[in-house]
C-alpha cells in the first residue's frame, strides 16, 4: 500500500442497509477525516479524528459513524442508507490535525435507491 | 459559512494569468488550496498560515489576509494541465474543521 486507499470504488445500495466504507492509510498520520462530496456544494467534513482512539464531528454528521481504533484505519458506517446519502465519499490524512496538508484518497461513489 | 470563491468558473489561453479568491466570514486559521480533476480525488497545491508561513507548490503562489479572512490564489502562465477545479478550504482555529469553497471550474484552452 502507498499512501491513501479506500473500498469499495462503488456500491450500489438499497434504502435501509447498513454500509460501512473502508479507508486506510500508511503514512502514519495521525490525523485523518471523511469529507462528502456533491454537485455544487463542495467538500463537507463528515467527521474527524486528531488520532487513534478519538473522533470528531464535522459540518454534517447525521446518519454517519466513525471509528479509530488505530492509526491506520478509519471506517465510515451508515446505519441505514437513506437515498440522500448518494454521494462521492473521500477519506483524506495529514500529518497532524492543523496546519498540514490533506492527502485524499480516490473516493468512493456510493448510491442509496 | 461556506467560504465564498470567485469567480466561480474561468476559461484561459495557454499563458495567460488567472487569479482564484476566497473569502470567509470567521476568523481563520489557515487557508489550503487543492486542485481537483474531473473523477479524480483533490490534490494538494498550497497552505497558508497565520501569521505568515505558507508551504507549497513551486509554480503557484498565494495570498492570505487575515484581517479581511481572504485568501486569493494566483496562477501564472497557465498550461493546460492547469485545469480542473479548485477548492480552498478554511480551518477554524482550534476546532479542527475544515470548511470548504464550493470550488472555481478552471479550463485551459491550447
Known amino acids: 500500500i502507498a499512501g491513501i486507499t479506500q473500498a469499495p470504488t462503488s456500491q450500489i445500495l438499497a434504502a435501509g442497509r447498513r454500509m460501512t466504507l473502508r479507508c486506510t492509510q500508511d503514512?502514519?498520520?495521525?490525523?485523518m477525516y471523511w469529507y462528502r462530496q456533491d454537485l455544487g456544494l463542495g467538500l463537507r467534513l463528515i467527521h474527524y479524528?486528531?488520532?487513534?482512539?478519538?473522533?470528531g464531528k464535522g459540518e454534517v454528521p447525521d446518519g454517519y459513524s466513525v471509528s479509530r481504533a488505530n492509526t491506520d484505519d478509519f471506517p465510515l458506517t451508515l446505519a441505514s442508507a437513506v437515498p440522500s446519502q448518494t454521494s462521492v465519499y473521500f477519506c483524506?490524512?495529514?500529518?497532524?490535525?492543523?496546519?498540514?496538508?490533506?492527502?485524499f484518497g480516490p473516493g468512493t461513489r456510493l448510491t442509496v435507491l | 459559512q461556506q467560504p465564498v470563491q470567485s469567480p466561480q468558473a474561468v476559461i484561459l489561453r495557454e499563458g495567460e494569468d488567472a487569479v482564484i479568491n476566497c473569502s470567509s466570514s470567521?476568523?481563520?486559521?489557515?487557508v489550503h488550496w487543492y486542485r481537483q480533476k474531473h473523477g479524480e480525488a483533490p490534490v494538494f497545491l498550497m497552505i497558508?498560515?497565520?501569521?505568515?508561513e505558507q508551504k507549497g507548490h513551486d509554480k503557484i503562489s498565494a495570498s492570505f489576509n487575515e484581517k479581511k479572512q481572504q485568501s486569493s490564489l494566483y496562477l501564472t502562465a497557465s498550461q493546460l494541465s492547469y485545469s480542473g477545479t479548485y477548492f480552498c478550504?478554511?480551518?477554524?482555529?482550534?476546532?479542527?474543521?475544515?470548511?470548504f469553497g464550493t470550488g472555481t471550474r478552471l479550463k485551459v484552452l491550447a
Open positions: 503514512m502514519r498520520h495521525n490525523a
Open positions: 478550504g478554511t480551518e477554524d482555529g482550534g476546532t479542527y474543521k475544515y470548511i
Open positions: 483524506a490524512s495529514s500529518a497532524e490535525v492543523s496546519g498540514n496538508e490533506q492527502f
Open positions: 479524528s486528531n488520532t487513534a482512539g478519538t473522533t
Open positions: 470567521k476568523a481563520l486559521y489557515s
Open positions: 497558508l498560515l497565520k501569521g505568515g
